[in-house]
């Protein structure tokens, strides 16, 4: 027998995976969609940042998913696993071409597909670029130079930056200066607050099936101080305290099972 039986769950509701439709709304995700709304009218340039963990792919993955492909084509990206190259030709197949080899020519198509797509189409092109921060410098310069349209004068696109928080300080960088100017919407995430905890626990709960509070306040208390509130630690956290309290059999979760789990999660 597994947790998940003895809890009555269809899965393990803190597993990474989750559909964007049973998302937590939790107020950082208000927050950053309200600064995504924006950016939508004004276009240009929007960054998010926020430390590992805090939700920040899962929340663009859902404003991607969302886009109208009547009026947007979306483009994902994460700098995590394509070369510099790679995202470059990877961007001019998104948006229809047949990606050249040369950077230089790859630049003019990647720019003017995004025009034609753009003045002729109507079609506004998404491009997002996840784990930003692992881009080197000279990508950085490149962005500015590729998102630079009729002399800055319009905004053809939209492009997301995102990454851990020491982004904004290679942006505050001067040669970086004339990028972070550009920039006309950003967000730090900063992860649940300890209120949510309670609610963000639950409403994982509920998606796999459980209807129950299992977690007392005082471990949600713990919860909170030992993740500070970081989506992905909350539920690695979460899952270990399923399983230990599994293993003694207790239908709650309490201050001292989530003690017992973090020793086992730090071992
Ligand atoms: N609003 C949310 N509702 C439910 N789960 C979430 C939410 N935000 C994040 N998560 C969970 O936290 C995990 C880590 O989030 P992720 O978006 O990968 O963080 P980041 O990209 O900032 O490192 C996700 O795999 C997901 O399970
Ligand atoms: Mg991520």
């Not at 700098?79 to 071409?97: D, H, I, K, M």
């Not at 753009?118 to 000279?138: F, G």
């Not at 310069?141 to 002399?151: G, H, S």
């Amino acid at each position: 027998m597994m947790f998940t039986q003895f809890y009555g769950l269809k899965f393990n509701p803190f597993s990474k995976e989750i559909d964007s439709d049973q998302l937590y709304a939790s107020q950082d995700l208000k927050e950053l969609e309200s600064r995504l709304k924006y950016l939508q009218q004004v276009r240009g340039i929007g960054l998010v940042a926020g430390e590992p963990g805090c939700g920040k792919t899962t929340a663009l993955r859902r404003y991607v998913e969302e886009l109208n492909p009547a009026h947007y084509k979306p483009c994902y990206f994460t700098l995590s696993t394509v070369t510099v190259l790679e995202f470059y030709q990877g961007l001019a197949l998104a948006l229809g071409e047949q990606p050249k080899n040369k950077k230089v020519a790859l630049f003019h198509q990647i720019q003017g597909a995004i025009g034609s797509l753009y003045y002729e189409r109507r079609i506004t092109p998404v491009i997002v670029l996840d784990e930003i921060h692992l881009a080197d410098s000279k990508v950085l310069e490149d962005l500015r130079l590729l998102f630079n349209f009729k002399m800055d004068s319009q905004n053809p696109f939209i492009l997301i930056l995102s990454g851990q928080s020491s982004i904004r300080n290679r942006l505050a960088l001067n040669v970086n200066h004339p990028l972070r100017q550009r920039i006309t919407a950003k967000y730090s995430m900063q992860g649940l607050k300890p209120e949510e905890v309670g609610d963000y626990c639950s409403s994982r709960l509920k998606n796999a099936g459980l209807h129950e509070e299992i977690f007392t306040p005082a471990a949600l208390e713990n919860i909170y101080s030992i993740t500070h509130g970081l989506p992905r630690l909350v539920n690695n956290l979460a899952t270990t305290c399923l399983i230990c309290a599994y293993g003694k059999k207790l239908r709650q979760i309490d201050a001292e099972v989530v003690y017992q789990a973090q020793q086992e999660l730090e071992t």
